[in-house]
């Protein structure tokens, strides 16, 4: 069965097709999820650019961020270069990410607050 391309799973694929210590731009990401989107026909007209990608680089930066939050990748010292540290699961989704990554943020924000009440409790 030919699943349909999305934004994400162009991405998660894409970052699985590299080895693991890659690094990867912002960049050749957007080109990427830009080229397959087009053969898969998920176009508009853009009236300057012609025939174009139908998708948001904004979709894309949320997943590129969560997956740097829970170390799929890693940020470099260059703006936009990401080192990849992990492959993603073959059948991982967004959802998935979105919803590992909030139970990473609110165990941060625990152990943060835990961290503040006990700064507290040396007074």
């Known amino acids: 069965m030919n699943k349909s391309k999305t934004v994400w799973s162009i991405f ?3 970052v ?3 080895p693991i210590g890659t690094e990867i731009t912002r960049q050749e990401i957007l080109n990427q999820v830009e080229k397959e989107l087009v053969e898969a026909g998920k176009t508009i007209n853009h009236y300057q650019k012609g025939t174009v990608a139908n998708f948001s680089s904004t979709t894309l930066d949320c997943a590129r961020n969560m997956a740097t939050g829970r170390y799929y990748l890693e940020k470099t010292e260059r703006v936009g270069h990401y080192k990849i ?3 993603f699961p073959s059948d991982y989704t967004i959802s998935q990410l979105r919803k590992d990554y909030d139970c990473e943020q ?3 924000a625990e152990m943060n607050e835990h961290g503040n ?3 507290h409790n040396e007074d």
């Open 16 to 18: 699985n097709s590299k």
């Open 12 to 14: 998660r694929d894409y």
């Open 106 to 108: 609110k165990m941060i």
């Open 85 to 87: 540290i992990c492959h």
């Open 117 to 119: 009440r006990c700064k």
